[in-house]
């Protein structure tokens, strides 16, 4: 779940909030336009047996695997390039990789659509429940909500609103503004769960796997005795008196594990304020709207500017604890909120830094989206997008049904 600024004013929690969306980048048709003329100009200096394919992501490369694979590097680094002589063949070499690499990178999903915005841990467990579909998503529109999901969705604010929340309505005039209240709101959380042992809904950001990464973490617990270290826990609705199956317990496991990573980074200061800035293309010095400095100032947060409030949020984060390795996961019954079960676990970052590194070189477009294994084509049913999907052709699975299913969706 992300957020992002947008024009007018919204209602905003002095604990924790939702921000606006930030507008996802797409690609220009002139950024396309250059890209093409790239690639003409490849191919002309260069033999169609040695050339990989790469097309436009608007044609039908979602169909063709488009991947450089190391034969055809291999065999391209063995042969001179046409038209070149002696020693100047290495030098055109590295440029035409060079260009390629660009290339590649303008053309994946995290620069069409991510670019000034970084992952989110839902972009992360979308990928691991199905690339494919996540990538089908993007491309050809966004998944459709279902019964389910919209019951999941309102579950969550309900729980949030379980706290006691004064809602006010503030103006959001920039990035900044937003950013500024997704800081404040994890001050404010983080104050909370110091003095009353419980905040829901808390914001984070960090860096994992090389790239910015946001995520909304559905709820910490201060745990009572010797050991003060938070506990992380998400809520998980069900419209059937079961458990999960494996696949969708593993997924909301690596999600707890994301959250984790992301808030230990905070908490050992691993959170560099200029990188943050320079990636986000935010403006340290600017001056927040007036709506956000009157509100700051009566929480006791007296800030000018977002660098003041990044200041502020670095000060709250150095007095707290890392996350407990024991995180929970918890399933309710949809229609009366009984619980079911819950799922306790142990971190395991080895495991996280390897689901995380193989994601994220889907997202960079390091490589081509994956199927679902095999063993969990049953998802295939559930996806909107099975009767377009090649796996179909392939492994001959079922047509999709409606959505509402129990395993219709990770969450």
Not at 211 to 225: A, H, K, L, S, Y
Not at 313 to 323: D, G, H, K, V
Request: glycine share 6%.
């Amino acid at each position: 779940m992300t957020e992002s600024p947008s024009q007018g004013a919204n209602d905003v929690a002095t604990t924790t909030t939702s921000v606006p969306e930030i507008p996802i980048e797409i690609v220009t048709e002139e950024e396309m336009a250059l890209i093409e003329a790239a690639l003409a100009a490849t191919r002309s200096s260069l033999s169609s047996s040695v050339m990989p394919t790469i097309c436009s992501p608007s044609s039908s490369s979602l169909f063709i695997n488009n991947a450089r694979s190391i034969h055809s590097i291999t065999s391209l680094s063995k042969r001179r390039v046409p038209g070149g002589c002696g020693e100047s063949d290495i030098e055109d070499l590295s440029d035409l990789r060079s260009t390629q690499k660009k290339n590649r990178v303008a053309e994946s999903l995290f620069h069409r659509f991510r670019r000034r915005r970084g992952l989110s841990v839902t972009d992360i467990t979308s990928a691991e429940w199905c690339e494919k579909q996540t990538e089908f998503g993007l491309l050809l529109g966004k998944i459709k909500i279902s019964k389910a999901m919209k019951a999941g969705h309102e579950r969550h604010v309900k729980l949030e609103q379980e706290q006691v929340v004064r809602r006010v309505k503030i103006s959001v005039e920039s990035a900044e503004d937003a950013w500024a209240l997704k800081f404040i709101n994890f001050i404010t959380g983080a104050n909370q769960l110091l003095f009353e042992g419980l905040t829901r809904e808390l914001p984070l950001v960090g860096f994992a796997g090389g790239v910015w990464m946001v995520g909304i973490v559905d709820e910490i617990r201060m745990p009572e005795g010797e050991n003060r270290n938070p506990i992380l826990v998400d809520t998980k609705t069900r419209v059937q008196d079961t458990r999960p199956a494996e696949p969708q317990r593993r997924n909301g496991r690596l999600q707890l594990m994301c959250y984790k990573h992301l808030w230990d980074n905070l908490v050992a200061d691993k959170f560099s304020s200029k990188d943050f800035f320079d990636f986000f293309s935010l403006n340290p010095y600017y001056i927040l709207s007036k709506d956000i400095r009157e509100n700051t100032a009566k929480a006791g947060i007296p800030a000018k500017t977002l660098d003041d409030i990044v200041r502020c949020y670095r000060n709250t984060c150095s007095m707290l604890l890392p996350a407990d390795n024991q995180m929970l996961l918890r399933y309710e019954l949809q229609k009366d909120n009984s619980v079911i079960g819950e799922d306790q676990f142990a971190y395991d970052p080895d495991w996280l830094n390897s689901q995380i590194q193989g994601f994220v070189e889907f997202w960079l477009g390091e490589r081509e989206a994956s199927f679902t294994p095999e063993e969990e084509r049953w998802k295939c049913r559930f996806c909107q997008f099975a009767s377009v999907c090649p796996v179909n052709t392939i492994s001959g699975a079922s047509s999709p049904v409606k959505s509402n299913s129990p395993n219709s969706s990770p969450s």
